[in-house]
Antibody
Framework: EEQLAESGGGLVQPGGSLRLSCAASGFSFNTYSMNWVRQAPGKGLEWVSYISNSGSETYHADSVKGRFTISRDNAKNSLYLDMNSLRAEDTAIYYC????????WGQGTMVTVSS | SVLTQPPSASGTPGQRVTISCSGGSSNIGTNTVNWFQQVPGTAPKLLMYIDSQRPSGVPDRFSGSRSGTSASLAVSGLQSEDEADYYCAAWDASLKGWVFGGGTKLTVL
């Protein structure tokens, strides 16, 4: 059974940095594109970043462009999100999702940006 | 949100309820729609993909369709366990990213 497990969330001050990780298991990680999707407290879902299966193609939402970077290590079955210049509005649960249909989701990791 | 959904919908057990999702030519007008179900406090779950395909385990009470720049999710034979938030999503060719609807809270009365 496929599984995704996010980690790396926590409390960070405005302007700070954080690296989120997503460990994949139970499927051929290198054959799937991946995404990060976030959900602010009490709000809806917001797509953050996309990466192709090889890592050669990446896209980011305008709200995080220039501050966040998605990457992957297929040898380690891992997905990453490097977050810099964090703002209060980045406070959210961050989920990694599998494929173009987002057919599998992790349990999420909470990021809180506050002084 | 780029995609527009009604904030709420409701029905009694056994009824049929429909949730709409309206977009534009660069998203729903060009690409297929996925639907997600989220029970409060849990991660979202894929409910429908490529407009009308159900993943394994999703009851056939759920159905989806897409026409022009709109899509809809129908739930027939409503059950209490269907009470959740529902989100539509599509790839937007202009934004080069996924766009979501704002979500619809379905209440079973």
């Amino acid at each position: 059974e496929e599984q995704l497990a996010e980690s790396g969330g926590g409390l960070v001050q405005p302007g700070g940095s954080l690296r989120l990780s997503c460990a994949a298991s139970g499927f051929s990680f290198n054959t799937y594109s991946m995404n990060w999707v976030r959900q602010a407290p009490g709000k809806g879902l917001e797509w953050v970043s996309y990466i192709s299966n090889s890592g050669s193609e990446t896209y980011h939402a305008d709200s995080v462009k220039g501050r966040f970077t998605i990457s992957r290590d297929n040898a380690k079955n891992s997905l990453y999100l490097d977050m810099n210049s964090l703002r209060a509005e980045d406070t959210a649960i961050y989920y990694c999702t599998r494929g173009s249909e987002c057919d599998s989701w992790g349990q999420g990791t909470m990021v809180t940006v506050s002084s | 949100s780029v995609l527009t959904q009604p904030p709420s919908a409701s029905g009694t057990p056994g009824q049929r309820v429909t949730i709409s999702c309206s977009g534009g030519s660069s998203n729903i007008g060009t690409n297929t729609v996925n639907w997600f179900q989220q029970v409060p406090g849990t991660a979202p779950k894929l409910l429908m993909y490529i407009d009308s395909q159900r993943p394994s385990g999703v009851p056939d009470r759920f159905s989806g369709s897409r026409s022009g720049t709109s899509a809809s999710l129908a739930v027939s034979g409503l059950q209490s366990e269907d009470e959740a938030d529902y989100y539509c999503a599509a790839w937007d060719a202009s934004l080069k990213g996924w766009v979501f609807g704002g979500g619809t809270k379905l209440t079973v009365l």
